[in-house]
């Protein structure tokens, strides 16, 4: 399974960004699907899952900014970042957790930053 993230750039604190995790096939209706980020010198943070039945959690640090979404047609799931602030830079991923695997599958990452 290949994830595809993309929409990540620069941006001034308050903007928005639209991120993009684009999947193989018909993984969204199988897996439920995360999205991470890491900034540098931290531990991987959990940020906002969207299960296969559509029920979505966030973590409380972007409650309220960010929104998951999926395209199962486009075969993508998104996450759009609002009110952004330095602490938020970071290089974000998704990642699939498909039932007949123990372990997620990753994207490659793409990177968020954030200027004050």
């Known amino acids: 399974v290949q994830l595809v993230e993309s929409g990540g750039g620069s941006v001034q604190a308050g903007g928005s960004l639209k991120l993009s995790c684009a999947a193989p096939g018909n993984i969204l209706s199988r897996c439920g699907m995360d999205w991470y980020r890491q900034a540098p010198g931290k531990e991987r943070e959990f940020l906002s899952t969207v299960r296969v039945d559509g029920t979505t959690i966030y973590a409380d640090s972007v409650k309220g900014r960010f929104t998951i979404s999926q395209d199962t047609a486009r075969n993508s799931v998104y996450l759009q970042m609002n009110s952004l602030k330095p602490e938020d830079t970071a290089v974000y991923s998704c990642?699939?957790?498909?039932?007949?695997?123990?372990?997620?599958?990753w994207g490659q990452g793409t990177q968020v930053t954030v200027s004050s």
């Open positions: 990642a699939a957790n498909c039932p007949w695997r123990g372990r997620p599958y």
